[in-house]
């Protein structure tokens, strides 16, 4: 039998060996390091590294670390192209095990395949905080393989870039991989692509908001095209008049793959400016996808004969200015334009005595919001629940 005094020194080396092993590094302008590429070469798993806010120009990294945090410092470092790009693919390649990237800004990303990233993700568990994907061909991009997974939270994706047919530039595009969660995050002024596209197992999306703004030219605000298990909670999607597509969210436009396709939309306020009205939600094949949708407030959008029959045309009820769809509890406003103002100066709704109060429905037990987007980016806890959409009160 092993001695109790060996077992405890035996952990207590572990310990030691450790933390010896974990380092800081800092990198910028006087610091030992000077450049990113230099630290991804030098990082060890377990490391942290901090970069010091300033410009860093084509200095593009690929990091394979299997744990690793990265962080801005001292303010928001921009990470700026500057006509590189790592492996033809990024400015960032990851393909680690458990990375953690924050407070970083990724700018001007153009590649070779019409494919330049802000991060090009291609193996692991890779979570983005607080960071700023602007003027790239995409913001992010991943690989399609099973075990990645992206969880994004309080982020900014901005301003894709008009590339020459058939490419298309979207803000995130997410591959055949485990499970996308985007969280607290905004997606505006698209070019020709998606803010959002996902064609992972899972995505789950939660208090953000996607709109064109008054000079994006999005297709759809968010696609779904091989479907899976997608939730949408607490959401404001916007689509403006200058959109490629008269659809704000589409599900399974290329055929869905695999067995499993659900669509919960549970608490989430869409807004279409488009005249004469868009498609809310569009569901291919919807006999093979179970379609749950509750408590949310739609704004414009087709009516009658205009709208394709799917689960989300309208029904007009008695109620002037307010019509209903098939989904439970979700209803709609037709001011599209009047309540669109609100959303623009990042305001909540002010109650009316003419709203109607709105219970609970029973597809919101299981999913009900406890938080709301709040702007630019970020959550905060949800007010009271009196009528359908994004916010309380």
Known sequence: MVPVWRIVVGVWA?????????ETLRVGPGEAISTIAEASRRARDGDVVE???GTYVGDVAVWEQQRLTIRGVSGRPRLVAGGRIAEGKGIWVMRGGDIEVSNLAFEGARGPTRAGSGIRLEAGRLVVRNCLFVDNEMG??????????LEVEDSEFAHGVLLPKPRISHLLYAGRIDRLDVTGSYFHDGRIGHLLKSRAAVSHVSYSRFSD?????????MDFPEGGEVVLLGNIVWQGVATENRRLIAFGAEGLRGDRHEFLMVANTLVDDVPGGGQF?????P????????DNLLLGGCAGAACPDDVFRREEEASPGWTRLSGQGNLQLHDAVGVAAWIRRGLRPVGDEKSPVVAPSQAVDALRPVREYTPPVGTRPAGARVMPGAFGL
């Open 140 to 149: 992010i991009l991943t690989a399609n393989l099973p075990g990645i997974s």
């Open 51 to 53: 970069i010091v806010a």
């Open 287 to 294: 006999e093979r996808v179970r379609v749950r949708a509750s």
């Open 213 to 221: 703004e008054a000079g994006g030219q999005a297709s759809y605000e």
């Open 281 to 285: 939600v569009a569901i291919w094949s």
């Open 14 to 22: 572990c310990l030691v060996v450790g933390v010896v092993w974990a």
